[in-house]
């Protein structure tokens, strides 16, 4: 009996493994083969639209369309392109409104630009993603192409077109005759969860099995979403899933190719129903098993689900106490350090929003306080006066702040529709210098690649009877020299909030090859969301700030930079690299927890004599409340020499990351109450 057991056993697992092999070998095949038509069709779609936007009369006339706001001409020119290509077209302007669609033509002016299909493109690129609109039998996928509409000169985008295909029936009963597999065709909804948008099995047949597929599954790194299994009409059927993306590579649905195991088990069919009975007591042991495996699973999974969820409503206050070696425990880790960071942010939003009895500064305009930081340079004799023109499509619209490079002006941009910051310079900063105008204009290009979001975005530089100004990104609110100066002492949690996002910036910035050389508390802005934004890079490393001697400069001569803030290889002219920031970044958080800058007010001689000396004094001795671990840190980040500082922004960032706060500290006595 063990005998015959055993052989039966081993022709059931060769069997099996025999029928398996080339179930999957197929699925491949069916995977490969939707993944070819998706690909050339989408690749096709993409050369006749690129080709068409080519055609000089098709850009004239949709830029005059856009232009004069015809929308006749341009749903005339989106009908034609409509007809020749088979798809649907629609047309967007220079900031991603609708302007003509021939799938909606009562459509208009809706903003699309958030989206990564038409985003991107503004910004120059070829977008290729998947998109799905509502049809009167339900949602219908369609594949889309978006390619920018550039003027002849290649100088400037007028809009973009977007061209889209639908994955209908035709092309699914296609690839099934193709594979001799049944085809189903899912979106996601809001929560992720798979429905059905198109199948070659029954309507609803394949609802219940596309649950057991979910968005990191189709996101894996084997490019495969999974095996899914169903039972049709007593058939087993097994799937393999692949992803529909966006054009910025987000899930939005997927396709899952279906072959029947018994078409491929139909050899061994015989010979496994006379040894069924054999392997029911196993079989029954494994599904126990994998229930007991999946539960260990799906647990963890679950409260992340719901802690994602409940922070996704606002509620920071959960836990994730999580702890295993695996990749739940990593993603566990990831989760409780973004609902930190959120926590920290949450609590600088109602630090800034406490009462504290100042005037209220969080009105400022982050290009304004940047320039205010030397009020003892002469100014012009006159200004730029509310209503004038700038340039042309530049309203004035206030002065919002000056200081020693130029005026600050907050200005409506009449061609885009945007407000803007205008900052000019004062002839006299370029004057000492030939090279100087040149050096700032590639300064600027290199400036206008930092794309992050905690970077003051610096947009270009022009010229205006002889003046030369910059524009650059408007954003509301305090700089944290404002913040500091109102409140002394910030609670260790809000300047952990600021050097984290500090660092991101930098980190941002460096990786462009880009060095700031100024990071102050001047340069950085805290906006009403609690989000910091540091400002003039590309500008700062530039501007020749000369110092009197209330800033501290005895000599005659001017240096690049704010002394207080300087790194000693940058207080001595040696050559710099990004470390010199990591050094400006430390000083800030001297100063965000202690009230006061590293060295206090002192001459240039006294400063560079302190640096010689090595008088750095520890914050803890300042504010008793700071976690030893982060003076650590900022000490760190202040040393003279810069191989024994944190070597990089990224590294730095770590650090902050990994400071213990400590509850049985006193809090800072200035702390403003957040009740």
């Known amino acids: 009996v063990a005998v015959l057991s055993g052989a039966l056993l081993l022709t059931k697992q060769r069997a099996d493994r025999a029928a398996d092999q080339s179930v999957a070998r197929a699925l491949t095949f069916t995977q490969r083969a939707i993944e070819a038509l998706l690909a050339s069709r989408s690749e096709a779609l993409l050369k006749v639209t690129q080709g068409f936007v080519m055609v ?71 977008t290729e993603g998947t998109w799905i609109e509502p049809g009167p039998y339900g949602d219908v996928v369609f594949q889309a192409v978006g390619v920018p509409i550039f003027d002849p000169a290649r100088a400037k985008i007028h809009g973009v077109l977007v061209a889209a295909l639908p994955v209908d029936s035709t092309l699914a009963e296609d690839l099934k005759s193709r594979t001799d597999s049944e085809v189903v065709f899912f979106a ?133 106490d999580i702890s295993s070696p695996d990749e739940i425990g990593q993603l566990a880790s990831a989760f409780r350090r973004m609902l930190r960071d959120l926590r920290e942010k949450d609590e600088l939003v109602a630090y800034l929003r406490a009462p504290v009895g100042l005037a209220d500064r969080s009105t400022g305009t982050s290009v304004a306080e940047v320039t205010a930081a030397d009020e003892s340079v002469e100014r012009p004799p006159e200004d730029i006066s509310k209503g004038s023109v700038l340039a042309g499509p530049y309203e004035i619209k206030e002065k919002v702040g000056a200081g020693g490079m130029g005026d600050v002006y907050r200005a409506y941009d009449r061609t885009l529709g945007e407000v803007v910051a205008i900052k000019t310079i004062r002839p006299e900063a370029l004057a000492h210098d030939t090279t100087l105008l040149e050096r700032f204009k590639r300064e600027i290009r290199y400036a206008r690649s930092i794309t992050h979001s905690t970077v003051v975005r610096t947009h270009d530089i022009g010229e205006e009877h002889g003046a030369y100004y910059i524009t650059m990104e408007f954003v509301e609110g305090t700089t944290l020299k404002q913040l500091i100066d109102g409140r002394g002492q910030l609670p260790v949690t809000v300047a952990l909030t600021i050097g984290k996002q500090l660092c991101r910036a930098l980190e941002a910035a460096h990786e462009k090859g880009v060095i700031h050389r100024d990071i102050k508390p001047q340069n950085l802005l805290v906006d009403r969301r609690g989000s910091l934004k540091v400002m003039d890079f590309g500008i700062a490393r530039l501007v020749i700030q000369p110092l009197d001697v209330d800033e501290g400069i005895t000599a005659t001569h001017s240096i690049v930079g704010t002394p207080g803030y300087m790194a000693p290889e940058q207080l001595m002219g040696d050559e710099i690299d990004e470390r010199a920031d990591i050094y400006g970044a430390g000083a800030v958080l001297f100063e965000c927890v202690t009230g006061r800058s590293v060295f206090g007010e002192c001459t240039l001689p006294g400063l560079m004599a302190k640096h010689v000396a090595g008088q750095l004094e520890d914050p803890r001795a300042l504010n008793p409340s700071i976690p030893e671990s982060l003076s650590c840190v900022i000490l760190k980040a202040l040393a003279e020499h810069r191989d024994a500082r944190w070597q990089s922004a990224a590294e730095l960032g770590l650090a902050l990351n990994g400071v213990e706060l400590e509850s049985d500290g006193p809090p800072p006595a200035n702390r403003a109450s957040t009740e």
């Open 188 to 320: 996601l909804n809001t929560q992720g969860v798979p429905y059905e948008v198109l199948s070659t099995l029954p309507a609803g047949t394949a609802d219940a099995s596309l649950t057991t597929i979910t968005p990191d599954e189709l996101m894996s790194t084997s490019g495969s979403g999974g095996e899914v299994r169903m039972t049709v009409n007593q058939e087993t059927l097994i799937g393999v899933a692949g992803p529909l993306l966006t054009a910025a590579g987000y899930p939005l649905g997927g396709y899952v190719g279906f072959r029947s195991r018994e078409l491929e088990l139909a050899a061994y069919t015989r010979l496994q129903q006379t040894i069924l009975f054999t392997f029911v007591g196993g079989l029954l042991l494994a599904l126990l098993s994998s229930l007991v495996v999946a539960r260990r699973i799906s647990r963890p999974l679950l409260r992340l689900v719901e802690a994602t969820r409940a922070v996704s409503d606002g509620d920071y206050s959960g836990s994730i």
């Open 56 to 126: 000089p009369t098709f850009v004239s006339r949709i830029e005059e369309g856009i232009r004069t706001d015809n929308r006749s001409n341009l749903l005339d020119q989106a009908d034609e392109f409509s007809a020749h290509s088979g798809a649907w077209i629609l047309i967007t302007d220079n900031r991603g409104s609708v302007k003509a669609w021939t799938l909606r033509p009562d459509l208009f002016d809706e903003d699309l630009s958030g989206g990564s299909l038409v985003g991107l493109a503004l910004e120059g690129e070829l």
